[in-house]
């Protein structure tokens, strides 16, 4: 006769993971990813680079017109739910974004990890990430992307370019601290299931929330600025005409204020990703601990002699 009982197997994936072993979890896969080769990190983090761009491609397209007919939060709320499809494709489609293999540090923490082999990991998949993110937009503007909507899509990409780059550099380290720490908790959220839809569920509301909030993420600037420097430089004049603007219009956005922002937005992805999640889930879960048979054997017995009473 046939069982009618569920596998074990199958309650592990309908059940998910508690925080412990989240943790667990979470530090496995560091361990797992400092023994990829470069070649596999680099074209790993091409991909997220590409897929994030997606994100913020979607992001754009919602926004542009939307801002005139809608209250500002709510704009800013449906460019974060349409972003979301950018991490839901690294997730489930096999890629990485350097701001979630800053979870690495658990493993570090832990002893299993040096640090020379976590900074190896951040900075080929953040070599990735520009590079996919800057190929994307540069793909998307051979196409005429910005050309869409009388070009008023390419006016919103300067415009939410222009606004970026323009941040004052602390500002920018305070929002990278903000938003990596969400986009973390949304990536710990997705290590709690082994099914693939409810890994993309739990990440749309943290990463909608870090979008519609404004807070900055160094991968995802690297598709938004770009693109904004590509558009500025290289759209022709049938554009600057349609939308009767110039690139003088927007000052603040040029190279050196690119890399300053990155510069700024990664330092706190970095401090916000490995200090306020990895950080504090590593203290709660994986730090060292006595264990309760040695605790139970090095406590005095009450009442023996000389002892003092507890």
């Given amino acids: 006769m046939l069982s009618m009982e569920p596998s074990p197997t199958l309650l592990a994936g309908i059940e998910g993971r508690l925080p412990p072993e989240i943790a667990a979890k979470a530090e496995a896969d560091g361990i797992a990813k400092a023994g990829q080769d470069g070649i596999t990190l680099v074209t790993l983090g091409v991909l997220g680079g590409a897929f994030i761009a997606f994100g913020a491609i979607f992001s754009n397209i919602a926004l542009t017109g939307a801002e005139a007919i809608l209250p500002f939060g709510l704009a800013r709320v449906v460019a974060g739910f349409v972003f979301a499809v950018g991490l839901g494709l690294v997730l489930i489609g096999g890629a990485q974004i350097f701001t979630g293999d800053v979870l690495m540090v658990m493993a570090w923490a832990s002893g299993r990890l040096e640090a020379r082999r976590v900074l190896r990991v951040w900075g080929l998949v953040w070599i990735g990430n520009l590079a996919g993110a800057a190929g994307t937009a540069l793909l998307v503007l051979l196409a005429g992307h910005h050309l869409f909507g009388g070009g008023q899509v390419g006016v919103t990409a300067l415009r939410t370019a222009e606004a970026k780059a323009a941040l004052p550099f602390d500002r920018a380290v305070l929002l990278g601290v903000l938003c990596n720490t969400l986009v973390c908790l949304a990536i710990w959220l997705s290590l709690s299931s082994r099914q693939p839809a409810h890994r993309v569920i739990v990440i749309v509301l943290p ?23 590509m558009i500025k430089g290289m759209a022709g004049e049938g554009f600057w005409q349609a939308v009767r603007l110039g690139p003088e219009a927007f000052p603040e956005l040029g190279f050196v204020s690119f890399a300053l922002n990155l510069l700024a937005v990664t330092i706190g992805n970095v401090a916000g990703g490995a200090v306020l999640v990895a950080g504090i889930y590593w203290l709660l879960y994986r730090r060292p601990r006595e264990s309760p048979q040695r605790l139970r054997r090095d406590q005095p017995a009450a009442g023996g002699a000389g002892e003092a009473p507890p």
């Fill in 207 to 229: 990463i909608a929330a870090f979008v519609a909030a404004g807070f900055e993420h160094a991968v995802a600037n690297m598709y938004f600025i770009s693109f904004g420097l």
